[in-house]
């Protein structure tokens, strides 16, 4: 089947270390996303890219790092710089067809500091 | 920039009930508009998208929205709740940004069905 995978599902971070979520695809998509979700704020940008080797700042960008190596995956590195981290971080890809094509969401991470 | 404000962050309604679940974009550009559903600790789940073929828009689950012009509105609407609808809503619009599309969410509408 397929679809995108986000490993772990819950994980546990000490304040001041660097954590990497993992998003792999397997659907061909070239748009890769990853949105942070806070209680009542909805969905939140951090990182995106439409193709590999390159990637652009979303709107919540800062303590946060990116990687596009290969079409199939897209991880995210929450580092120490990142004031408030505990949150549920979603990786999601997208159909192509310009604005049209809608985003396909793994199942999500969740992400605690404690 | 294109924005969608989704009007009332809690909806109930009963078993069998009207579901009306309220969405106001703002575009520059004709938009093209989402509904995603999302259930708890998952990730969304398309139910329909606006792509200007036409205006009523039937999607997954008997949801289906109507895209209204002159009022800047997608409202989502299923005649009849089931308990299994309860989720959270989110209103999307697809935005062009420097780097590529992106896709601007709304705050969400947590639906609550009552037995």
């Known amino acids: 089947d397929g679809g995108i995978t986000q490993s772990p599902k819950y994980l546990f971070r000490k304040e001041g270390q660097n954590v990497t979520l993992s998003c792999e695809q397997n659907?061909?998509?070239?748009?890769m996303y990853w949105y942070r979700q806070d209680p009542g704020q909805g969905l939140r940008l951090i990182y995106y890219?439409?193709?590999?080797?390159?990637?652009q700042k979303g709107d919540i960008a800062e303590g946060y790092s990116v990687s596009r190596e290969k079409k199939e995956s897209f991880p995210l590195t929450v580092t120490s710089a990142q004031k408030n981290p505990t949150a549920f971080y979603l990786c999601?890809?997208?159909?192509?067809?310009?604005?049209?094509?809608?985003?396909?969401f793994g199942p999500g991470t969740r992400l605690t500091v404690l | 920039a294109q924005s969608v404000t989704q009007l009332g962050s809690h909806v109930s309604v009963s078993e069998g009930a009207l579901v009306l679940l309220r969405c106001n974009y703002s575009?520059?550009?004709?938009?093209?508009l989402f509904w995603y559903v999302q259930y708890p600790n998952q990730g969304l789940q398309l139910l329909l998208k606006?792509?200007?073929?036409?205006?009523l828009v039937k999607g997954i689950n008997g949801f289906e929205a109507e895209f209204k012009k002159s009022e800047t509105s997608f409202h989502l609407t299923k005649p009849s709740a089931h308990m299994s609808d309860a989720a959270e809503y989110f209103c999307?619009?697809?935005?062009?940004?420097?780097?590529?599309?992106?896709?601007?969410f709304g705050a969400g509408t947590r639906l609550f069905v009552k037995a």
């Open positions: 999601a890809s997208r159909l192509p067809g310009q604005g049209a094509g809608e985003q396909f």
């Open positions: 659907l061909n998509h070239d748009a």
């Open positions: 890219s439409q193709i590999v080797n390159d990637f």
């Open positions: 575009s520059s550009v004709p938009p093209y």
């Open positions: 606006y792509t200007s073929a036409a205006t």
């Open positions: 999307a619009v697809s935005d062009q940004g420097t780097g590529g599309f992106k896709t601007i």
